[in-house]
Structure formats: structure tokens, C-alpha cells
């Protein structure tokens, strides 16, 4: 009896001491989005988007910013505003300004992010033309979201349905860091009104040094990834200048690359698109009754893309990045290349863009 | 008609007259044709109709010198015994016997068993009620037990070996088992902890139990008590051994295993494919009643970041009144209800109705509307009450409840992790327990994987050909299993 | 061959031994080896997980050859019968250092992933009572809780390997390219590094005699091993298709931050989940070699095996509080791993050309 009161006594002891600190979900400040923007001398400002739960209005939130060097010093430098600890378990969607992007790089904001295991890999970096502060700012109406969760649909939904490669922290992390292949994010802008997804950024390392507009995306998303949605919209080249808009139901990539020995010619990479899409619309009321009216939306299609898809290529290989991961696809077929070689060779590679369109599909009238 | 003598004359028998003082003893003093005897019995235990019907005519018929004998060749009732014994004639006579002594001898007595058998009728099961199963149930008369359970096995291999408990109690306690089925080892080891059994009071069938277990310090109960003949006659046939207890409804059948305590005797009454799903759910159904509430408090103490942020919202802004942390709310609910619980039990029916809208509606409802707890773990303590009532079995029932509360503590010491541990002592505590020496976790854990599909899911009744072999029977076909018909040289459909 | 020395109530039957060879071997090894790995061999580390899978397969028919040769079933009996009685001894009494520090590495090193990923601030002396605690209980239920304890840990959290899967939507296959261009002392290396995770089948040693018709459970000891190779293989196989490998380099624990790219309906984060579940993981980890130990010592020292239990824990946790850097750990983890090369490896084949030789000498004297 007396063993049973021992053991009892020290067991509870044993708990007391050793209780983990509460982290109470009502007395904490999660924040869903961040954003930083570059002030001077490599300081940053950084914002987080907290949600305020009443029961009575939805949606509702707080902007807190403080402005330090290091990401982790400002969120104990916003703590110190706020009532509750701020916590960065839940962040949806971080913001990096385009110049913090380019002159800073984001190697350094990726060390915290990376290093902390609450952020986790599924997280959206998005690149903001501008200044984050203008655009966390937006007061957006008839909605009941706050900001940071109306951004982070905004991104996924596009990445979903839209013309967007999709990207997380994982897979942005991989390619900044590997050798072959240069990373993107998405590009957004503030409009008059709202907050536009308005293209690509392209990074060089963690140095973003351009970025792919709105009309190039679908080309760049078909490059990258196999995909299904999307839009394309396009001027055939007759009398009437009909606008035509194809829906893309399903698409495919595939490269081929034939190895050169030891690098001493120029290594052929031919990129093979094939699109399976829908008729959307076709402007100018033209019957869609002859046959070779499809055909012909089809080739304009291919030479289209083609075309596009050339110039995207001759712009990476002039800014001497690689976002399609062309090095990364020749090293796997040949042993002996190196990062340094690749550069070398790259731009001298021969890459050829092939695009096979198929319309499945013109809708429920002709 | 006995003649009443008027004086009470002094029994020369120091037992008797000891016995005399009470006052439902009688010791009637007679004389008929010139004889004395003397009838004694308890007034409470014996049958009354037997007594004037069948034995006191017998008294009058005698001629001169008669002797016990010859009485006992007379009255009509079998197991009549002529003793000298007196210690067996107090227990005899404690046992509903009456006493005929003949003024030869006062020492030498005929006992005659004539007890009444005051009890309920059968009537349907009150706690393992089924839908569509019989809804016959055990009462708490020996006698009647053993009839519903031999009509059940009419067989010549069904053993009952009766046995006495209880210094004070003097409890008849009768095992049954199969002969030719049920292990040896496994009687051996019941017979013998009954008799090693030394306690006073023998009052229900589960002090017995607790005497025999294995393992005292467990929640978990080692045997299955049940009251529904269907079950002990199919727990017998399997190779199980079966404790009736006189003055209790509830029968003993050991050696249990876990997965048992989730199963009813209507899962074989349903298709096959019906009571898999209801026994899957079951078993689900424990779990999430023992894992809900602390994963609630786990998540909302320490693990925010585990929350899908749709449902972030909601739960944030339920809690938006609340004042206290999530433990003590989920600790005051689940007190609530288990005070809801203890009450309603113990209320009369009458009464109960009323207050029980009054505690499950008025107060849930006045709960959250005060502030005091959220209506999310309103919902899940509810639930998990609910499920934790899925177990045919009452004990294994309070079992699930009262694991969830060293749950609730570890979640709010270690979160996720302090759930991960205390499941692990948890488990540790199931692999050491033991039902009079096979392992608990049977099919599971000594792996037996034809076991196995008995247990988990309800196979077909075709497949059933093999007794489980947790209780390691003698003999182990049930039925061998014909080949089924099939279409021989039928190719087409129609045909 | 002597009958066991071991009454036939305590034995398990022999198709345990999978589940108590794999269970000792997947342990903490598998979070981090792909870091090591992946510096000595890059792609090619699945080479040295197959060659270092079969070195353990081959080291497990060692041991059956030995136990099949030897006159009595316990292994501190055969140490004494092979090299005498003090040199017997002294080896006994490594291999109770050697087994006791296994347990050791593995609490540190779950530890540390506590207070990374989980609770910071739980003290981990305290936390590693309760877990000995817990091993305690274990331990009074005999070696059939044990074995036990063995399958459960297999059965409750093989699942989460569907984790792999989730994994290979982020993930491409280019990455696992180009293979084989390593040399063979490279080879080497990796064999070591590959080696880490494999390590714990050792512990046959011990409870070989607990084992009903101990001989006809080799097949399955081959089986137990076999599956842990092909478990670190898929493992490492999808990390490389999953990771760049300058990523994977930077990554401590490369398995876990797999896990944070799972996205359930109901749990957001499930990595979290899952360090609380490798708890049930690690159990037989702790517990197995605990008891090996400490049934060694029991022989040594002719006492009580619950004696000998709470002194060994005793030592553990007196170790426990000298780790509390990362660095001295490292140094302590390098020089079990080399124990266990020279106990494991070394000294089972000196123990078996051993008994060979004193056969053949018996044999001669008579």
C-alpha cells in the first residue's frame, strides 16, 4: 500500500514538472499571411495579416507591421504590439516585394523559413509588384474573407484553373537550390480595384530578375507541367480577325533530349506539346460547319505556341536562367555535365518547341 | 391439520431448539396413532403445498411402529435422506428441507427436500436487448437458469459440477461445460480457484468474478457476464466455460477475449455483410469515444497549426465566450454527463423522463448559451457519451468511460504526444492482461489469423467450421463444409 | 543441439522474430539517414542500402550457424565457451555497454526531435524517465510483452508510409538521375553511412533461447530483415525523387519534412501527428536492447533481472543529462556505431570460426 502511494506521489510529481507550455488557441495571434517589403540598407518591413474571430462579423482583421533585419526579430518586433504571442503556424501565403526580390534575394528569408518547422512546405511565396504595404492595405468590399486568405485562393484557385504553375515552398526551395533549374513564383499586382494575378517572376538563384507577362503564362504553364485548364485566347489571322478562345481540357509535355559525348556539339532538346482542348468561343458569329475551320484553329494554335515558346526560350538562354529545367533533364542523360559546363553550353543549346492541338470539343451549338 | 399443543415442550435436541428461537422455525411436536414424531422446517423455504398435500397425508396412514424407512419408502419426493448428521440436517434444513423425527430416536432424522422456488418468471433481457433475437433472459433461480441452458444443449456431454460458496452465504455456484470440447486445463483452473475462494458473502455472480480474475488492478472485465441463454449455450459450444451463481442473473462465461465485448448475439442473426459493417462500426465507435474529447483538447491547447483553416473560424469563434481553457470545459462536460448518467440510473421511471430532458436539453443548451463551454465540444462529448454505450456489455462500457479521463489529463500535459504515451501504457496493460491464463488480445496479439475473421468482421455462417482456437478445444470441427453447388457444364446464362 | 534453457511458458512462437528483428531495426535511423547517404553517394545510395541489407542477411545466417553449433542457447554462455571465462566475461560485459547505449542513442535522439519539431521546453531528463518507466512496465510482463510491443509498432504505424505516395505528386523522377557514377571506395562509404539504420538486429542474440524451435525461425529473421531493406529503400528513393540533392543535404530530417507536404481533409499538418505516433515506433527501440542488457547482466552478475533493469536505467539517464549540445552526441552516436561494427559484425565471425575450430579440437583430444 504503502509502494502504490509512493510510485503514485512521484508519477504525479513527474507530470507537473514536466507539462509542455500551453499554447491556447484563443490566446494566440496566428497570422495567415506575412509579407515584407525592402526599406533601406537591407532593412525590411514586415507585415502579418491577423484574423479577428468575432461571432457576429466574418472576415474581419488586423494589419500589425514592424521593421527590423531579420524575419524572426520582426515577428517578436510585432509581438510586442499585439496583446497575444504572434504565431506563424498557419500562414497560408507569404509576400516578398519585387525589389526586396531582386536586390536582396530570397536565400535569407527562405533560412528562417526553412529552419522553423511550424511554416510547413505548403505554403505560397508570391512575388508583389510594388509594395507589399499598398497591397495588404486594399480595403476589399463584399467579401468575408480577410486578405491573407482571399490572396492564398486567389493563388491556389489560379494554380488550379488558371494559367499558373503551381509552386509551394517545397518545390520553390528544390529548384532554387539545385543546379539545374532556376525557380518561378507567381507575379501579382494591385489594379485599380483589386489584386491581379498578373504573370510569372523568374529568379536567377534567389535573385528574381524578370518575369513572363500575363499572355505568355499558358505557354510557360504548358512547358513546365502537364495540365489540365486553363485559357488561351488569340486573333486568327483572316478577313475578320476572329477572337477565338481555347479552353484547354488536358496537356501534355515531353522532352527529348539526345546527349552529346563529352559536350563536344550542341546538345538538341526538343520540347513536344501536346493540348487536347475545347472550342470556348469564337467571336464574329462564323459557322463552325466546314470541317477545315477547326483545322485551322488548330494549326494557328500550334504555330502559335510554337512561336511563343521559341521567344520564351531565346529570353531565358539571353537572361541566363532556366526555369524549365533543361540542364537538370541533359544531366540526367549525361553523366559528365557539370553546372560550370552547362552554362557554357546553354546558350548554344538547339531547343526546338513541337505543338500538336487537338479540339476535342466545340460546346453544346455550333 | 396439525394438532397444536398447547405447551411448548423442550426439543431434547440442542440444534433444534437452538433453531426454535426464530420465529419462521417451526418445530411441531405430533402425535398420530399413538406416536411421537416431530416436523421441523423453515415456514419461509419450504413449498406448503407439497407439505399438506403430499407428506402430511403420508403421516397419517402410518400404522404402529413405523420407522424412518418406511417413511421414506412412502412419501413420494426422491432425494429423501436418513441421517444422523447434524450438521448436515441445520444445512439441510437451511436449504428449504424439512426434518421428520420419530420418537425412537430424537438424533435420527428424514430430511426432505421441498423448497419453494420464489422468483421472477423468465422475461426479456434488460440490459442485452436484442431486435430480433429471442428475448428470453436468466432469473435468479438456479434451477431455472440450468433448464433454459439444457434445452438449449441437449446433449450428454454438458457437465455441471455444482459446487458451495460463501461461509455465510452458502452459495450454490454450478459450472457447465462440454465434455468433449473445452479444455481441461481451463476447467481445472475454475474449479479450482472456486474452491480456494474464502469469503463470507456470495451476494452476485460478479463478486464471483472478481475473485477469479487474474488481475485485480484492471478496469477491463476478464469475464463476460451476460444474462441471454443464446449466448451461454453458443460460448459453451465454442469451448467456454459457463459460472451460473444462485441469486444472480448474470452468467459468467471465461476464458474472454477483447473483441468479444463488441460483439452481440444479433450480429448472427443479420446477413453476414450487415453485421461486418455494425461490428466495424463498434469498434470505431470505442475508439473515437476514447480519443475525441482529448484530441480536442490536445489540438486546442498546444497543436493549433493542426486545425484545416476553414474550420479555424468556427472554432476560434466558439470559444469566443468561453473563459476557461479547453481542459477544464471538457472536464466539466464530461463530469456533467457522467453525473447524468449516475443519476438517471437511480431514478424511478417515472421521475426519470422529466429530469432527464432537463439534463440532457436545459442544461447542453443553458451550457453554451452562458458561456460556459463551446457548442463544438458540446457535440463531441455528447458523441462520445453516445458511443461509449455501443458495448453489449455494461462493464466493458464503464471501462471506455473511465479511460477517457487519464486521457484527458495526458493531452493536457503533453498533447498529442502525452496521448501517444498513455495509449502505450495502455496497451501494455491489455498485453499483460490475462482470462484465467489465455491472453487477452487474442486473435491480435498471439496472431491467429483464422481467428481473426471471426472476430474483426462476421463471416458467412459456411465459413464458420473451425472453434476458435483462443480456447484451444479438444474438438475442433463444427461442421465440415459441403462444396457449393456449382453450374457444372452450364456455360450459358439462360439455360 | 541442448534443448532451451528457457521455460516453454515464457517462448514466443518463432514467426515473431519478423516482427522483433524489424521493429528493433526501424527506429530513429530512418528520419535522418538520407542526409548522410546523400553526401557520400548522391543517387547512388540505394546500392549501398541493397549491399549493406545483404551484409545484415548474411551476419543473421552467421548467427544461426553459431547458435546451431554452440552447446547451450545463451549467448553469454558461448562468449564464455569460445574465449574462456574472463575474456568471455569481459566481452559479456561490452555487449551489455553496447546494447544499453543503443537504447540511449535512440532516447537523445527522439529527444531532440521533440524539442525541434514538438516541445521546446519539455526537459528532456524527465521525459526519458517516464519513457523507462513505461519500458519498466513493459518489462514485468515478460518477453512475450515485448514481442508483442515488437508487432504492435509494425501493425499501428506501417500505415503512415502512404505518406510516400502523397509525396510522389510533388516529386520527379529526373531528379533520381544519373546513377552510377560512383567509385567503389565511395561505395564503401555508403555502405557505412547506409549501415546507421540497420543496425539493432543484434539483440538475436539474446533472445534467441525466448524463441519456440529457435532454428526454424531463421527464415523468418531473413524475412524481417529483407523488409527493413526494402523499407529504407523506398524511403531513400522517394526522398531523392522528391528532393534536389543540395536541398536534401540541408535538411536534418529529410522523412519528416516529407511528411509536411500531406494535406488532409481534417488534419492540416499531419507531420505533427506523426512525430507523436514514432513514439510507438521507438518503444521497442528503448525496450528491446533495454532487456537484452540487462539479461545479459543478470547472467554476469548472478542477480535479479529487475535489478539489473533499474541500474541500467540509472546509467541511461545519468548519460542522458550529459547530451545536451548537439556535438557531444555526435561523437557518443560515432562511437556506438563503431561498437557495433566491431561487437556486431567483428565478433560474430571471429565467435563462429571460434566454435569451429574448438569442434575441431574436441574432436582431436578425443
Not at chain 2, 93 to 122: F, Y
Not at chain 2, 269 to 278: D, G, V
Request: hydrophobic share 45%; proline share 4%; aromatic share 12%.
Amino acid at each position: 500500500m504503502k509502494r502504490y502511494i509512493l510510485t503514485g506521489l512521484m508519477l504525479f510529481s513527474l507530470f507537473l514538472t514536466s507539462c509542455a507550455q500551453p499554447r491556447l488557441l484563443d490566446e494566440l495571434n496566428i497570422s495567415q499571411a506575412a509579407g515584407f517589403d525592402l526599406i533601406e540598407d537591407g532593412e525590411m518591413k514586415g507585415f502579418f495579416v491577423f484574423p479577428v474571430f468575432k461571432s457576429e462579423e466574418q472576415g474581419s482583421y488586423q494589419i500589425l507591421s514592424a521593421r527590423s533585419n531579420t524575419i524572426s526579430n520582426i515577428q517578436f518586433l510585432v509581438s510586442e504590439k499585439s496583446p497575444f504571442p504572434v504565431v506563424m503556424g498557419q500562414v497560408l501565403v507569404i509576400l516578398v516585394s519585387e525589389k526586396l526580390a531582386k536586390e536582396v534575394g530570397m536565400i535569407d528569408l527562405m533560412n528562417y523559413i526553412y529552419r522553423d518547422p511550424i511554416i510547413g512546405s505548403r505554403q505560397v511565396f508570391a512575388i508583389v509588384g510594388g509594395e507589399v504595404e499598398d497591397l495588404l492595405y486594399t480595403k476589399m468590399n463584399q467579401t468575408n474573407l480577410n486578405i491573407g486568405v482571399y490572396l492564398s485562393d486567389l493563388l491556389s484557385q489560379n494554380m488550379r484553373n488558371g494559367n499558373q504553375p503551381v509552386t509551394n515552398q517545397h518545390i520553390f526551395m528544390n529548384q532554387m537550390l539545385a543546379k539545374g533549374v532556376d525557380a518561378y513564383l507567381p507575379y501579382i499586382k494591385k489594379t485599380s480595384n483589386a489584386i491581379k494575378v498578373t504573370g510569372v517572376a523568374l529568379f536567377d538563384q534567389e535573385k528574381m530578375v524578370g518575369h513572363i507577362p500575363g499572355e505568355d503564362t499558358f505557354t510557360f504553364k504548358a512547358m513546365i507541367e502537364n495540365h489540365k485548364n486553363g485559357i488561351y485566347e488569340f486573333q486568327l489571322a483572316d478577313q475578320e480577325k476572329t477572337h477565338v478562345v481555347i479552353e484547354n481540357i488536358k496537356s501534355h509535355v515531353s522532352y527529348q533530349v539526345k546527349p552529346t559525348n563529352n559536350l563536344t556539339k550542341k546538345p538538341h532538346i526538343t520540347i513536344d506539346i501536346k493540348l487536347k482542348g475545347e472550342l470556348k468561343e469564337f467571336m464574329k458569329s462564323k459557322k463552325i460547319d466546314k470541317p477545315n475551320i477547326l483545322d485551322q484553329v488548330e494549326k494557328e494554335v500550334e504555330k502559335r505556341v510554337v512561336q511563343q515558346g521559341q521567344d520564351l526560350v531565346q529570353s531565358f538562354k539571353k537572361q541566363h536562367i532556366d526555369p524549365l529545367g533543361l540542364g537538370l533533364r541533359y544531366r540526367s542523360k549525361d553523366k559528365s555535365m557539370t553546372p560550370e559546363k552547362w552554362q557554357e553550353i546553354y546558350p548554344d543549346a538547339d531547343v526546338q518547341v513541337k505543338c500538336h492541338m487537338k479540339i476535342v470539343q466545340t460546346g453544346v451549338s455550333q | 391439520m396439525l394438532k397444536k399443543n398447547n405447551q411448548h415442550q423442550k426439543d431434547p435436541n440442542s440444534v433444534f431448539e437452538a433453531l426454535s428461537r426464530s420465529s419462521d422455525f417451526t418445530n411441531e411436536l405430533s402425535r398420530s396413532e399413538g406416536f411421537l414424531y416431530r416436523i421441523s422446517f423453515f415456514r419461509s423455504l419450504i413449498n406448503g403445498h407439497l407439505l399438506h398435500e403430499q407428506i402430511l397425508p403420508c403421516m397419517k396412514e402410518l400404522h404402529l411402529t413405523p420407522t424412518l424407512e418406511e417413511l421414506k419408502e412412502r412419501i413420494p419426493i426422491e432425494q429423501s435422506v436418513i441421517t444422523t448428521d447434524l450438521q448436515e440436517v441445520e444445512k439441510a434444513l437451511h436449504q428449504g428441507n424439512m426434518a421428520i423425527r420419530l420418537e425412537t430416536d430424537w438424533g435420527k432424522a428424514l430430511l426432505i427436500p421441498i423448497e419453494e422456488k420464489k422468483g421472477r418468471q423468465v422475461g426479456p433481457p434488460e440490459i442485452e436487448f436484442g431486435i430480433i433475437s429471442a428475448q428470453e433472459a436468466f432469473v435468479e433461480v438456479l434451477d431455472t437458469n440450468l433448464n433454459l441452458v439444457r434445452r438449449r444443449l441437449p446433449t450428454p456431454n454438458l457437465k455441471v459440477s455444482e459446487k458451495m460458496v460463501g461461509t455465510l452465504s452458502q452459495t450454490k455456484v454450478a459450472v457447465l461445460y462440454i465434455e468433449e470440447i473445452a479444455n481441461p486445463a481451463n476447467i481445472e483452473t475454475v474449479l479450482q480457484r472456486i474452491e480456494d475462494i474464502d469469503f463470507d458473502q456470495i451476494l452476485d455472480a460478479n463478486y464471483l468474478a472478481q475473485m477469479l480474475y487474474d488481475v485485480s488492478n484492471t478496469i477491463f472485465p476478464l469475464f463476460l457476464n451476460t444474462e441471454r441463454p443464446d449466448r451461454v449455450s453458443s460460448g459453451l459450444s465454442e469451448g467456454k466455460i459457463a459460472i451460473l451463481v444462485d441469486g444472480s442473473p448474470h452468467v459468467l462465461l471465461a476464458p474472454t477475449i477483447l473483441l468479444e465485448y463488441f460483439s452481440t448475439m444479433e450480429d448472427y442473426n443479420m446477413s453476414w455483410i450487415a453485421a461486418s459493417c455494425f461490428r466495424l462500426l463498434r469498434i470505431f465507435a470505442v475508439i473515437f469515444s476514447i480519443f475525441a474529447t482529448p484530441l480536442y483538447v490536445a489540438v486546442l491547447t498546444f497543436h493549433y497549426e493542426l486545425i484545416p483553416k476553414d474550420l479555424l473560424e468556427t472554432i476560434v469563434s466558439s470559444r469566443y465566450l468561453v473563459p476557461f481553457p479547453p481542459i477544464i470545459e471538457a472536464l466539466f462536460l464530461e463530469v456533467s454527463i457522467e453525473l447524468l448518467r449516475e443519476a438517471g440510473s437511480r431514478l424511478p421511471a417515472k421521475v426519470g423522463q422529466t429530469l432527464g430532458i432537463v439534463g440532457g436539453i436545459v442544461i447542453g443548451q443553458a451550457a453554451v448559451a452562458a458561456g460556459l463551454t463551446s457548442n463544438i465540444l458540446l457535440i463531441i462529448v455528447a458523441l462520445s457519451a453516445l458511443a461509449s454505450f455501443v458495448t453489449p456489455i455494461y462493464k466493458m462500457g464503464s471501462a471506455i468511460r473511465l479511460l477517457r479521463f487519464p486521457f484527458l489529463l495526458a493531452a493536457q500535459v503533453w498533447g498529442a504526444l502525452g496521448i501517444a504515451v498513455m495509449g502505450s501504457f495502455l496497451l501494455t496493460h491489455l498485453m499483460k492482461l490475462t482470462s484465467i491464463g489465455r491472453p487477452y488480445l487474442e486473435p491480435i496479439f498471439p496472431l491467429r489469423l483464422a481467428d481473426l475473421k471471426g472476430s474483426l468482421i462476421r463471416p458467412q455462417l459456411r465459413f464458420l467450421n473451425k472453434r476458435p482456437e483462443n480456447l484451444r478445444p479438444e474438438n475442433e470441427t463444427i461442421h465440415r463444409q459441403k462444396p457449393k453447388q456449382g453450374r457444372k457444364g452450364k456455360n450459358d446464362f439462360y439455360e | 543441439m541442448s534443448s532451451s534453457s528457457v521455460k516453454e511458458k515464457f517462448q514466443v512462437s518463432p514467426f515473431f522474430v519478423f516482427f522483433l528483428v524489424n521493429a528493433n531495426q526501424v527506429g530513429v535511423g530512418i528520419l535522418n539517414f538520407q542526409t548522410n547517404l546523400v553526401r557520400s553517394m548522391n543517387n547512388d545510395g540505394w546500392i549501398a542500402i541493397l549491399i549493406s541489407g545483404f551484409s545484415v542477411n548474411v551476419m543473421i545466417f552467421l548467427m544461426y550457424m553459431m547458435f546451431k553449433k554452440a552447446p547451450s542457447d545463451e549467448f553469454g554462455d558461448i562468449t564464455q565457451y569460445v574465449f574462456g571465462k574472463w575474456v568471455g566475461q569481459l566481452f559479456n560485459i561490452l555487449y551489455i555497454l553496447y546494447f544499453a547505449s543503443l537504447s540511449l542513442t535512440v532516447l537523445v535522439h527522439y529527444m531532440d526531435v521533440i524539442h525541434v519539431w514538438l516541445f521546446k521546453e519539455i526537459p528532456g531528463l524527465l521525459f526519458a524517465s517516464v519513457l523507462l518507466l513505461l519500458v519498466y512496465y513493459i518489462h514485468t510482463g515478460g518477453f512475450r510483452t515485448i514481442a508483442g510491443w515488437a508487432f504492435f509498432s509494425i501493425v499501428l504505424t506501417y500505415w503512415m508510409t502512404f505518406i510516400c505516395f502523397y509525396a510522389m505528386k510533388y516529386s520527379h523522377i529526373r531528379f533520381m538521375f544519373p546513377m552510377f557514377d560512383h567509385t567503389f571506395s565511395q561505395l564503401l562509404v555508403g555502405v557505412k553511412d547506409a549501415s546507421l539504420s540497420m543496425f539493432g538486429f543484434g539483440t538475436l542474440l539474446v533472445y534467441y533461447p525466448f524463441i519456440k524451435h529457435a532454428q526454424t525461425s531463421q527464415k523468418f529473421a531473413h524475412m524481417g530483415a529483407l523488409f527493413t531493406t526494402c523499407l529504407n529503400l523506398l524511403v531513400f528513393l522517394v526522398s531523392i525523387a522528391y528532393y534536389s540533392s543540395a536541398q536534401l543535404k540541408l535538411t536534418k530530417w529529410p522523412t519528416l519534412t516529407l511528411t509536411s507536404i500531406v494535406k488532409l481533409p481534417f488534419i492540416q499538418r499531419f507531420e505533427f501527428i506523426e512525430v507523436s505516433l514514432w513514439l510507438l515506433l521507438i518503444i521497442p527501440n528503448i525496450a528491446i536492447p533495454l532487456w537484452a542488457a540487462s539479461r545479459m547482466a543478470k547472467q554476469v552478475l548472478h542477480t535479479s533481472q529487475r535489478v539489473t533493469f533499474i541500474g541500467l536505467s540509472i546509467l541511461i539517464l545519468v548519460m542522458f543529462s550529459f547530451f545536451t549540445g548537439a556535438t557531444s552526441f555526435e561523437t557518443f552516436n560515432q562511437w556506438v556505431e563503431y561498437s557495433g561494427y566491431f561487437l556486431v559484425y567483428g565478433l560474430i565471425v571471429c565467435m563462429v570460426i571460434g566454435l569451429m575450430l574448438k569442434k575441431r579440437w574436441v574432436k582431436k583430444r578425443a
